[in-house]
């Protein structure tokens, strides 16, 4: 059984090569629909706001990892706490343990008071958007996409309700409002 627990520097520092595996992986399996590219270690390591508290790990005493998710905390109110990445191992995907992640990260972001948690999925994700609405996540309106690219400063063109990145690769901004 897995045991889901916050992603600390030191443990992250542990098990970056696994983490940059299964990351790999899931880019592997997943195509675009999970991302453009893998992270490199360095990303796993990045200090950011609040990563420390919000991020976490499901780790299985016999096999190792299984599953994280990677995320933030913006100064922002109108993007909140931010998932950057979730991903369970391949052999395990469409059980629970996906939900045990986000519901770890959401619990931290209630502890702190975020008034939103954010996160982006590929237009084309179907089974990524369905898992975010299963969760209660809304995908956010133009206004809100346009407020949160600005506030992030991520390089991306808004069209309507997307994100363009600069790939060309079109995303959705799904929002929980934790209020």
Not at 50 to 73: D, M, N
Not at 105 to 133: E, H, M, Q, Y
Request: aromatic fraction near 6%.
């Amino acid at each position: 059984m897995a045991i889901v627990e916050t992603l600390t520097k030191e443990l992250a520092e542990r098990l970056v090569g696994d983490l940059v595996r299964l990351d790999q992986l899931t880019l592997i399996q997943s195509g675009r629909d999970y991302c453009d590219e893998s992270w490199a270690e360095q990303h796993f390591l990045m200090d950011l706001p609040g990563k420390w508290e919000h991020s976490v790990v499901a780790l299985e005493p016999e096999s190792g990892l299984l599953g994280f998710a990677i995320a933030s905390r913006s100064p922002h109110s109108a993007v909140g706490v931010y998932l950057h990445r979730i991903a369970t191992d391949p052999g395990i995907r469409g059980g629970a343990l996906g939900r045990e992640l986000l519901q770890a990260l959401l619990d931290t972001a209630v502890r702190v008071d975020a008034s939103r948690v954010t996160t982006s999925v590929s237009t084309s994700n179907a089974g990524g958007i369905r898992f975010f609405k299963r969760a209660g996540f809304r995908r956010l309106n133009g206004p809100e996409v346009t407020e949160i690219v600005h506030l992030r400063g991520m390089p991306s063109l808004v069209v309507g309700d997307c994100i363009q990145e600069t790939t060309g690769h079109h995303k959705y901004l799904l929002g929980l409002d934790l209020d």
